[in-house]
C-alpha cells in the first residue's frame, strides 16, 4: 500500500446503527495506514463496494473515541497490494457517501 492521507473533509459518519465497538473489530481485515506525518493508524475494512465503475473502501480507525468512517477510492495492484486515493471531488464524495449509507440500511 503506497502513502495515504486522511483529511476532515473525507471523513463522513455512517449513522448505521450498528454497533462499532473493538471487540466487534475482530471480525474485520484491518489495514494500516500511513498519514502525512509518518504516524501509522490501523484500521478495520468495514466495506469495500463498487458505485459507478470505481471501487471503494470504507474505512474505521481502531483508536478512536467516535464512530466516524473513512471512505477512499480503492484500486487493487496485484493479489497483495492495493492503492487507496482520496475522493477529490465533493460530489462524488457525497454520492459515494449516500450509496454507502443506502448499502448499510439495506443490510438492516
Do not use: W
Not at 455512517?14 to 474485520?28: F, P, S, V
Not at 468495514?46 to 480503492?74: N, R, S, W
Amino acid at each position: 500500500m503506497s502513502k495515504e492521507h486522511m483529511n476532515d473533509e473525507h471523513v463522513c459518519s455512517c449513522g448505521c446503527g450498528h454497533n462499532h465497538e473493538q471487540e466487534e473489530m475482530e471480525e474485520y481485515n484491518v489495514v494500516t495506514l500511513t498519514l502525512d506525518d509518518d504516524r501509522e493508524v490501523e484500521c478495520a475494512v468495514i466495506e469495500l463496494f463498487c458505485f459507478k465503475e470505481k471501487e471503494y473502501i470504507v474505512l474505521m480507525p481502531l483508536e478512536q473515541e467516535d464512530e466516524e468512517l473513512m471512505i477512499y477510492q480503492y484500486t487493487e495492484e496485484d493479489d497483495e497490494s492495493f492503492h487507496l486515493d482520496i475522493i477529490e471531488d465533493d460530489e462524488e464524495f457525497e454520492q459515494v457517501c449516500e450509496y454507502f449509507e443506502n448499502l448499510v440500511a439495506d443490510e438492516q
